[in-house]
């Protein structure tokens, strides 16, 4: 059976120094100005109460007994689950108990919301108007170069997310574009970026949006407009429904029958 043929293109070896260093170059750079406008434009968070941590930590608190329960015995997760449940639905974790039943505020209205929502909007100013202008200067400069062949066999599947800004049909898939090469460095830098400016860096694309999708790591469970006590109310249901087993049941059978 004849094999295929390697396809072969004839590319300028300067290709390497005039387009696909400086885009990574630029690149890293990028990341790390990022990182330190994001350090400078973020505000001290304030001192929060203990009624505002307790409204917090005991929604915390619900959530963690229901992912841990097995590890409880019978007795132990419903007395547990009983003083929760109990408290959630009286309000008794509640920072302000006489806004029961009332709307939420105006998060236009609530300083707290205005600060949060002014922090999400200096962080997404800080990733969208760097990654803009490096886009616009790749394009402008660079659109349309095949700057490297990966040295693997990929599928066709490939081909649009490694040839962007390269209309051809017959090329191999694994020519590397310009632009392409742009957003393999986009998500794909995160390494670089831990080893220049540690774990906790804000250079990170990837990371950025993995912490804008875990609502669990904000500071604030309750982010402006949200109701508190529907938030408990609905944990309140999650524990009443929730299937309790113990790990333990059985333990003394099971390790007869392993060791038998």
Same mark, same amino acid.
């Given at each position: ?44 968070? *304030?001192?929060?109460?203990?009624? /505002?941590? %307790?409204?917090?930590?005991? =929604?915390?608190? +619900?959530?963690?007994? $229901? ?81 490297? *062949?990966?040295?693997?066999?990929? /599928?066709? %599947?490939?081909?649009?997310? =490694?040839?962007? +800004?390269?209309?051809? $049909? ?91």
């Amino acid at each position: 059976m004849a094999e295929a043929m390697a396809q072969t293109i004839h590319r300028d070896p300067q290709l390497f120094y005039w387009i696909l260093f400086p885009i990574t170059v630029v690149m890293i750079l990028t990341g790390i100005l990022r990182h330190y406008a994001t350090v400078l434009m973020a505000t001290t968070p *304030k001192k929060q109460d203990a009624r /505002t941590l %307790r409204e917090q930590r005991s =929604l915390i608190r +619900g959530m963690n007994l $229901r992912q841990n329960a097995s590890v409880l015995s019978p007795s132990s997760f419903q007395a547990r689950k009983n003083y929760l449940v109990s408290a959630y639905q009286s309000g008794a974790f509640l920072k302000d108990p006489d806004s029961k039943g009332k709307p939420p505020a105006n998060p236009m209205t609530d300083p707290a919301g205005m600060e949060a929502m002014m922090g999400m909007m200096k962080g997404n100013m800080a990733m969208m108007i760097p990654q803009t202008l490096i886009m616009s200067w790749i394009n402008a400069f660079f659109a349309g170069f095949v700057i490297l *062949k990966l040295p693997f066999p990929l /599928t066709i %599947r490939f081909k649009s997310m =490694l040839q962007s +800004g390269v209309a051809t $049909r017959d090329l191999d898939v694994r020519w590397v574009s310009s632009l392409s090469w742009y957003f393999l460095n986009l998500f794909g830098l995160q390494s670089v970026f831990i080893f220049i400016l540690g774990d906790d860096n804000a250079a990170s694309q990837m990371a950025q949006q993995m912490g804008q999708m875990n609502p669990g790591a904000q500071a604030n469970m309750f982010g402006p407009g949200q109701d508190p006590d529907k938030m408990f109310q609905a944990e309140a249901e999650n524990l009443e429904v929730t299937e309790h087993f113990y790990i333990l049941d059985g333990v003394e059978d099971r390790l007869l029958a392993q060791f038998a």
